[in-house]
């Protein structure tokens, strides 16, 4: 059964949101969703889908909280703890059984409100063998963005070109919190972090949701709706521990991508993708991305974006949304904004930032420090 995205809403993306609480941020976002889609959440909607983590919420069994703001009140709703890429997958696979025909997935961040970030990320680390070492978590990035330069033999200069273009993109986005026009001496000067990584090598938070209204064919055909078809999707988690992981490759993205181009039947991704929007909260994990999932070869990646390939009049568009680094790292919701900026690409609604003659586009996310969990969905505007 053939599944499409047929209604999206973005809210907030901004460094902080003080005017608005979490629920009213989603309430705008799926109050857009909605309209865009044409459902009336309580009559045609079989189940809704939140992706959020308790800790990240400061409270447990979050999906409590959501009906109101969804229009979920009584019906069926359940909580990804997890990316909202992972969330699609979900609502994905309920409409693939038949029990419903139109699913929500929904997946914020209100980082503003997060007094505690760098303690919850440090309460992810391994309680026996990490933890006790006392270090920052954006360490684990370092020492693997440092063995990716090593292991690819990619030269530091190719991660300045991902922050100049993903910022510069983002300028063109009304969606982003961080647009800028870099100069190499504003990267030059930025201060060293976690090395090889600089602040400017690191996403910054943002307030933001995502709402995604997705149908199955005939449910899509009832409400004369023109779906952005999910082709293929999978998801996969590398080693749990940062020792016995490989630094170099992202193995969960490599293994959840051979999952979705299985499914989607799509034999040479390289050349029959069109637009990609990747997980680039590290400068060096666009890169490493890419070529996990096949977008570019071991080691060139880093070549390739210093050449312009990776542009928006690039051979391979990749973040023409400014990505994480532009648009600002939005927790949970991450993954599911990859995917509805390719919904945007593929209809031609991305206004400056479209890419020409789009019609299959990749999305791509990571969980984010210090997991290795990633997902991959294809899509495309024609099955």
């Known amino acids: 059964m053939r599944v499409g995205i047929i209604g999206m809403g973005i809210a907030g993306f901004r460094p902080a949101t003080p005017e608005l609480s979490w629920k009213e941020l989603m309430f705008e976002a799926a109050s857009r969703a909605y309209a865009d889609a044409g459902v009336d959440p309580r009559a045609d909607v079989g189940s809704f889908v939140t992706c959020a983590e308790d800790y990240y919420e400061g409270f447990g069994i979050f999906d409590e909280f959501v009906p109101d703001q969804l229009g979920a009140v009584l019906r069926p709703t359940c909580t990804v703890s997890g990316d909202g890429l992972q969330g699609l997958a979900t609502a994905f696979m309920q409409i693939q059984t038949g029990l419903v025909d139109v699913a929500v997935v929904e997946a914020h961040s209100k980082a503003s409100d997060i007094r505690t970030f760098d303690g919850i990320l440090e309460h992810g680390l391994d309680p026996i063998w990490t933890r006790p070492l006392g270090g920052h978590a954006f360490v684990a990035a370092g020492l ?13 200069k190719a991660l300045d070109a991902v922050v100049r273009k993903n910022r510069g993109n983002a300028r063109f986005n009304p969606h982003a919190a961080y647009p800028a026009n870099l100069e190499p ?23 933001g949701c995502v709402v995604v209204v997705i149908a199955s064919e005939p449910a899509a055909r009832r409400l004369k709706a023109s779906p952005i078809w999910i082709r ?10 940062l020792e016995t992981r490989d630094l170099v490759g992202a193995a ?9 181009y299985r499914m989607a039947k799509l034999r040479a991704p390289a050349r029959d ?20 999932i096949g977008l570019a070869k071991t080691g060139e990646a880093g070549r390739r974006a210093i050449r312009g390939d990776f542009a928006q009049d690039g051979r391979l568009p990749v973040n023409a949304s400014g990505g994480s ?49 990633g997902a991959v969905a294809v899509l495309g505007a024609s099955a």
Do not use: M
């Open 185 to 207: 001496s504003h990267l030059d000067a930025a201060e060293e972090r976690f090395r090889p990584l600089r602040t400017l090598d690191i996403s910054s938070l943002a307030d």
């Open 273 to 292: 993708v069109d637009v990609a929007e990747v997980d680039d909260r590290f400068s060096y994990k666009e890169l490493q991305h890419l070529e996990a």
């Open 252 to 260: 969960y993205a490599r293994l959840a991508a051979d999952q979705a």
């Open 144 to 156: 693997e963005a440092d063995a990716y330069l090593r292991g690819t033999r990619t030269v530091r």
């Open 232 to 241: 293929g999707i999978g998801w996969a988690s590398d080693s749990p521990t």
């Open 325 to 373: 680094l532009g648009c600002g790292n939005v927790l949970e919701a991450t993954g599911l904004h990859r995917a509805a900026e390719i919904v945007c690409q593929l209809r031609g609604e991305a206004g400056r930032r479209q890419v020409d003659g789009a019609k299959v586009g990749i999305a791509q996310s990571w969980r984010f420090v210090p997991t290795a969990t």
